[in-house]
């Protein structure tokens, strides 16, 4: 559908803005990771655009936009720590610089969206099954017992065994025909789910003395994290950054905050850029 | 007038510079899955060799499918896109019947293959008779019994001169409206 909509799209932009084409100085376009089809799509508007009006094209891989998504209320400055949370990704980055990523750690099983899918579907809980989790966990109280993930002291992250904890648990409970009080297990789920993020993110600003923080991808919407991650950077005096609710979702304007720093350093694509399904951003080792 | 013209639906990206109706220039390269690399370089290309700026281009055709799914939709999207911005006059044209007008052969059944089957239109009279549909190739062999009087056409040649006076009469059309004819079921698009 991409392909159908996307001149409507360009031109109901312009209908709610004063801005013309003369006010713009580059197009910024995601390139990677994702679907080839949907990709291309933008891949291709943008060069056409860049053509037509003469204007720079700039390159921008998605989670940079989530990352830069951070830099639309304050500049960044470095160097800082990133924790990035969502369907695909938990990490922890130390960035000296702009597009710098030093990764301290990484899920070693599932990303923590990825689980908050996964508990929601074992519920039975209705789509969006992530920030549905959210939702019936405020409504609950954590009175089930879970796992905490013990793992070493490295900054590395572990999800795997509180997943299946919250199936075999509501496994266990429907054979015994007993009923599942899904708000309580939502609450017990998530306080150990983010208590494991809040636990390891406050040992990387241990271990790096990091005066900065920002929060990236899916996951920041989630309000628990929020407040629990305002706590911590109060208590070790850390200035903390989290996207405006709705830059926290895949959204077009995080893509211009990433072309940012790229636009300043004249790294302009060119009319053969090809998009990539898989590219990253960095690597984990 | 200026119309610019562009082609992806199978393995060439093929891009022509028309001049009041008049091939100027045309470059064809062989591209199989490379179009996005290809495309928009192309046009540059041509419009440079032409000495026109693309701000001088007052009409776009485009050949929208079937075909490749992903070239027709590069070659739509670019097209469209440029009659948008460029606020110029464009015009479609299936691949089926682009194919048509290489040859004067009034009974014909044109086709564009893939690899598990054909795409294909009969001609009667040189009119289009059916709506444009897709077969397997057992299924095809299967209907070509039912034309025995039919030729069919495997010339893949793209004559744009033919092309352009095949739509000269015809309306342009809203360049929102301009969309890829797909025609086979699209797994897993989005």
């Known amino acids: 559908m991409h392909c159908e909509n996307i001149t409507l799209v360009?031109?109901?932009?312009?209908?709610?803005?004063?801005?013309?084409?003369?006010n713009i100085d580059a197009i910024a376009v995601t390139y990677a990771p994702g679907l080839l089809g949907s990709l291309l799509i933008g891949v291709e508007f943008a060069k056409t655009l860049s053509f037509v009006y003469n204007k720079p094209l700039i390159k921008v891989n998605h989670l940079a936009g989530h990352i830069y998504a951070n830099n639309l209320e304050e500049k960044l400055e470095y160097p800082l720590l990133a924790l990035v949370?969502?369907?695909?990704?938990?990490?922890?980055?130390?960035?000296?610089?702009?597009?710098?990523?030093?990764?301290?750690?990484?899920?070693?099983?599932?990303?923590?969206?990825?689980?908050?899918?996964?508990?929601?579907?074992?519920?039975?809980?209705?789509?969006?099954?992530?920030?549905?989790?959210?939702?019936?966990?405020?409504q609950g109280k954590p009175n089930y017992e879970l796992p905490r993930s013990v793992l070493n002291k490295e900054l590395n992250f572990s999800f795997s065994g509180l997943k299946s904890a919250v199936i075999n648990l509501v496994h266990n409970e429907r054979q015994r025909g007993s009923e599942i009080n899904k708000y309580d297990l939502a609450a017990s789920f998530q306080e150990v789910a983010i208590e494991q993020l809040i636990r390891k993110t406050k040992e990387a600003i241990l271990k790096?003395?990091?005066?900065?923080?920002?929060?990236?991808?899916?996951?920041?919407?989630?309000?628990?994290?929020?407040k629990e991650m305002e706590k911590l950077a109060n208590e070790y005096n850390v200035n903390l950054s989290i996207?405006?609710?709705?830059?926290?979702?895949?959204?077009?304007?995080?893509?211009?905050?990433?072309?940012?720093?790229?636009?300043?350093?004249?790294?302009?694509?060119?009319?053969?850029?090809?998009p990539i399904s898989t590219d990253k951003l960095f690597t984990i080792q | 007038m200026n119309t610019l013209?562009?082609?992806?639906?199978?393995?060439?990206?093929?891009?022509?510079?028309?001049?009041d109706g008049k091939l100027n220039l045309n470059k064809e390269i062989s591209s199989s899955n490379n179009h996005s690399t290809n495309l928009v370089p192309t046009i540059q290309k041509v419009l440079e060799e032409s000495n026109i700026k693309i701000k001088e281009i007052n009409e776009i055709i485009v050949v929208n499918g079937p075909g490749s799914f992903t070239g027709v939709r590069i070659g739509v999207t670019v097209a469209k896109t440029l009659a948008y911005?460029?606020?110029?006059?464009?015009?479609?044209?299936?691949?089926?019947e682009a194919l048509s007008l290489n040859d004067v052969i009034s009974n014909k059944i044109v086709i564009v293959s893939d690899r598990k089957g054909k795409y294909y239109g009969i001609f009667e009279n040189n009119k289009l008779i059916n709506d444009?549909?897709?077969?397997?190739?057992?299924?095809?062999?299967?209907?070509?019994?039912?034309?025995?009087?039919?030729?069919?056409?495997?010339?893949?040649?793209?004559d744009i001169e033919k092309i352009y006076d095949y739509l000269k009469d015809k309306e342009g059309i809203n360049p929102h409206n301009v969309n890829p004819v797909y025609i086979k079921k699209i797994e897993a698009l989005s």
Do not use: Q, W
């Open chain 1, 85 to 138: 949370v969502s369907g695909g990704h938990t990490e922890l980055i130390l960035m000296e610089d702009d597009y710098k990523f030093n990764v301290l750690g990484a899920t070693l099983d599932d990303a923590i969206g990825e689980v908050y899918d996964k508990v929601a579907k074992v519920l039975n809980l209705p789509y969006p099954g992530g920030p549905n989790i959210e939702k019936y966990a405020e």
């Open chain 1, 10 to 22: 360009m031109e109901d932009l312009f209908s709610k803005t004063d801005l013309t084409m003369d």
């Open chain 2, 132 to 158: 444009i549909a897709y077969l397997n190739n057992d299924e095809f062999e299967e209907l070509l019994k039912k034309y025995p009087n039919y030729i069919v056409i495997l010339n893949e040649h793209i």
């Open chain 1, 243 to 274: 996207p405006k609710m709705r830059y926290c979702t895949d959204n077009a304007t995080m893509i211009a905050a990433a072309a940012y720093p790229l636009y300043l350093k004249k790294e302009f694509a060119t009319y053969d850029l090809n």
């Open chain 1, 208 to 226: 790096t003395g990091s005066k900065r923080l920002i929060i990236a991808g899916g996951v920041s919407a989630n309000k628990y994290l929020r």
């Open chain 2, 5 to 19: 013209f562009i082609s992806t639906f199978n393995e060439s990206v093929i891009v022509g510079l028309l001049k």
């Open chain 2, 85 to 96: 911005t460029l606020k110029a006059k464009i015009k479609t044209i299936t691949s089926i």
